[in-house]
């Protein structure tokens, strides 16, 4: 029988912590200090001390912390959501010769009023890519490449649209081919549909 007791109250523990845990990713989430849940979940378990995976929530428990907390902190959300896909969009037609793709936290939902757009190019040429922007009169920046999808001589550019930051991720078009699996990302018809659906995330 205390086995049993011990071994409920370890449960109840547990799920405590993977509450404690989701809020906190919720929150990094929204306040923009991570990019997507995975990012969220780490940061979350690193700032509580939290190094057991079974105490780790999954996808799907952040999903619903981070519409809790949007219901009482950002009930703007979808709004928001909206209009920083209809940018990306903007963007994307502008970029078409590049074959933009969207990915990250704009495409996913989870994007919060600090985040940015993240728009994959793909090109042989990332120079050529620069005068375009030059020539649209565009005033950028470089920024290391970070991560897993780095690339030897495409950097990463940044820029500010419409108060919004960009940042265009610039890489060769074999990688178009060979896109990474934990690497989620839309092309502009992709983001087309999203936009004529009701906003659900």
Request: charged letters at 25%; one cysteine or more.
């Amino acid at each position: 029988m205390k086995r049993k007791n011990a071994s409920a109250a370890s449960g109840r523990q547990s799920a405590n912590i993977r509450q404690e845990v989701a809020a906190r990713a919720a929150r990094l989430l929204a306040e923009g200090h991570a990019a997507d849940f995975s990012a969220a979940k780490r940061k979350a378990a690193q700032q509580l001390g939290v190094t057991e995976t079974a105490n780790l929530p999954s996808n799907q428990e952040i999903e619903d912390a981070l519409a809790q907390h949007r219901a009482i902190f950002e009930p703007e959300h979808e709004a928001l959501l909206r209009q920083l896909r209809q940018k990306s969009l903007y963007l994307m037609r502008l970029l078409a010769e590049f074959r933009p793709c969207l990915t990250g936290s704009v495409l996913s939902g989870v994007a919060g009023p600090h985040s940015d757009i993240n728009l994959i190019l793909y090109h042989d040429d990332p120079k050529s890519i620069e005068f375009f922007l030059i020539d649209q009169k565009i005033e950028y920046q470089h920024r290391e490449a970070n991560g897993a999808h780095r690339y030897d001589d495409f950097p990463t550019l940044a820029f500010w649209f419409d108060e919004t930051p960009v940042k265009l991720h610039l890489r060769p078009l074999s990688a178009e081919r060979n896109q990474a699996k934990n690497e989620a990302r839309a092309t502009r018809a992709e983001v087309e549909k999203l936009l004529a659906a009701p906003v659900m995330a």
